[in-house]
């Protein structure tokens, strides 16, 4: 059965430091997202990307983030600047049209130090 | 009823015993409704959905409930079993995009 797939699964860094987080989707999936989860809180949405084009974000997707499909088979979300409250378990999902149902990958733990 | 930060609603069953997790949400708008299970450090994985033009949906030992009129979404797992414990979230969205997830119930299966 086809999956989402992420890497890496986990990824330390330096408060200021960027990280790009990456993503293959499922193949015949349209549409992308990202959504994260901050220990022990609920799953959050970031940002949903169609047609190489950014179709809704969170208030939370400022700035410092950003995503890109460099090819055709990788979805990225890069945060330029981390910051300890990035630290954070990020979840890319896949879907094949808008109204469908969104697979999750296993998602990148990602801790700011 | 309502967690805050670490404290998730807890569900304790006897393996074998039917389950039932609830769900109320706020949107009236919201169209589409999903059931994720998620095991500690992997992804919510899909378990079932419902539209909004349904009040009902069955799959293999699980069902989920849609009540439109007081914004209540639930699901019954029959024949409970110890690889059910993990925490269930319910998601929900108006015409597709950003999934709204609740804050989750976690449930255990004791032998």
């Known amino acids: 059965e086809p999956e989402v797939t992420q890497t890496p699964s986990h990824q330390v860094t330096q408060m200021g430091q960027e990280v790009i987080l990456r993503c293959v989707p499922i193949s015949n999936h349209l549409y992308f997202y990202w959504y994260r989860q901050i220990l022990g809180q609920k799953v959050e949405f970031l940002v949903s990307f169609y047609n190489n084009e950014i179709s809704e974000k969170s208030e939370i997707f400022d700035d410092q983030f950003s995503v890109e499909r460099p090819d055709g088979s990788n979805f990225t979300l890069k945060i330029r600047s981390t910051k300890l409250e990035d630290s954070a378990m990020y979840f890319c999902?896949?879907?094949?049209?808008?109204?469908?149902?969104?697979?999750f990958g296993p998602g990148t733990r990602l801790l700011v130090l | 009823g309502e967690s805050v930060g670490l404290h998730l609603p807890t569900l304790s069953v006897q393996e074998g015993d039917n389950s039932i997790i609830n769900c109320a949400y706020s949107n009236s708008a919201s169209d589409y409704f999903i059931w994720y299970k998620q095991e500690s450090g992997k992804g919510p994985q899909f378990i079932i959905d419902i539209r909004s033009n349904m009040d009902k949906r069955q799959g293999q030992r699980v069902t989920v409930l849609l009540n439109k009129t007081v914004k209540h979404l639930s699901l019954q797992i029959a024949a409970t079993q110890p690889g059910d414990s993990a925490v269930y979230f319910c998601?929900?969205?108006?015409?597709?995009?950003?999934?709204?997830f609740g804050k989750g119930t976690s449930l255990l299966v004791t032998p």
């Open positions: 999902a896949s879907s094949k049209t808008r109204e469908e149902t969104q697979y």
């Open positions: 998601a929900e969205t108006q015409s597709g995009y950003a999934l709204n």
